[in-house]
């Protein structure tokens, strides 16, 4: 291919393992039916809740598939009680899928939504993290969609247990590019879409065991709980009391596909290279006259944003891909907090992930640097 892909943070290029995956069993079903075709990978479906658990480091009754990251952070989030008076803190770089229905329970339930404040490189301020027995949830983004900063995890769950709160942890931008098996948190959310490489359409959530019986999941049907008498259900003892029945069996096998990939090539290995490619692409771009990285963070992801002094983002985008060169551009509406506070409006996005070479980030440079004119 002669385009420069720098979008994995939006939705990534699948392997020719997920594509395939896919579309076999899409054939399959239409030979034999979708009820004969998913027994036929009965065995393959069960087994993904290891590979998933393998991928997040944790148990796989701990693991629930979902068609997205907004699916599972809703169910999980409708899940905490909630009451008046109760605490919900959240970070700057809040996502927009996370706000509205943070809002929208807020006012049906009386609890409220403060805002914790970053330290100077744009990261949460583990100092001003205020807790005590009225906070119920931490919702934390490991990520931002529209920068490249890595936001500390275990610092704020150990804060956050002590005052008996949840952490429920976005990790819709990292899992894929970053190893998150050392990360401690009560319950964790993310797509198959971007960093994984899987199919659009799959998620998945964490629940951890012990965090789970203190939820109160509203959205069951007959697959999260059997039907044990005409006044009486039983949910099941694990997090696939969150799944509904209805799937797609082909997204599914993709997404577990890709999550075998992904652990096949190695995270650390995927960490390294991801990570080695941002920092080229960063480096160069400070490079050009009239271009502004606006990245924040400590630590840093494969997430790089930026903007030209002489072209809006969404105009820089369209001629990058004329030149055939992916990148996104990243709105306000997305992390408004953030955006607001660095009067900001738009960057654009460039997502590397390990399958651009080297030598690709060079040649993206250069057409970046005419574009901007």
């Known amino acids: 291919m002669d385009l420069i892909f720098l979008d994995s943070a939006g939705s990534s290029l699948p392997p020719a393992q997920v594509t395939d995956e896919v579309i076999g069993h899409l054939r399959r079903e239409s030979e034999i039916g979708g009820y004969r075709a998913a027994a036929e990978r009965h065995e393959d479906l069960e087994a993904g809740y290891g590979v998933l658990a393998e991928l997040f480091g944790c148990a796989p009754s701990e693991v629930a598939f979902t068609d997205s990251a907004t699916r599972s952070w809703l169910t999980a989030f409708d899940a905490v009680p909630l009451s008046k008076g109760d605490r919900i803190l959240v970070t700057e770089v809040e996502y927009g ?199 924040l963070g400590e630590r840093q992801s494969g997430i790089v944003t930026f903007t030209s002094e002489h072209v809006p983002p969404m105009e820089l985008k369209d001629r990058l891909w004329d030149r055939k060169v992916a990148v996104t551009v990243s709105r306000s509406g997305s992390t408004l907090i953030d955006m607001t506070k660095r009067g900001l409006d738009e960057v654009v996005r460039a997502s590397p992930h390990y399958f651009v070479t080297p030598e690709e980030i060079d040649q993206a440079l250069e057409r970046i640097s005419r574009s901007a004119r």
Not at 108 to 128: F, K, M, N, Y
Not at 150 to 172: F, H, I, K
Not at 267 to 290: C, Y
């Open 97 to 295: 899928g996370n706000a509205v229905p943070m809002l929208r329970r807020a006012e049906e339930t009386g609890a409220t939504i403060e805002v914790l404040p970053s330290d100077r490189h744009g990261q949460l301020d583990l100092d001003a993290l205020d807790l005590d027995e009225r906070v119920k949830l931490v919702s934390l983004v490991h990520v931002p969609t529209n920068g490249g900063l890595v936001n500390p995890v275990n610092e704020v769950t150990a804060r956050a247990r002590e005052a008996g709160a949840l952490v429920l942890l976005d990790a819709c931008q990292s899992i894929g590019q970053l190893d998150v098996r050392g990360l401690d948190y009560d319950m964790l959310v993310c797509t198959g879409r971007k960093w994984l490489r899987g199919p659009r359409g799959t998620g998945a959530l964490v629940v951890r065991d012990d965090v789970r019986r203190r939820l109160r999941p509203r959205l069951m049907d007959h697959s999260g709980a059997a039907w044990t008498a005409p006044d009486r259900y039983e949910p099941r003892d694990d997090a696939r009391v969150f799944e509904l029945w209805e799937f797609s069996i082909a997204d599914r096998l993709g997404l577990i596909a890709a999550a075998r990939y992904a652990l096949d090539k190695g995270m650390g290995v995927i960490e390294n290279e991801v990570a080695d490619r941002a920092k080229r692409l960063r480096e160069g771009l400070r490079t050009i006259p009239g271009i502004t990285v606006r990245d």
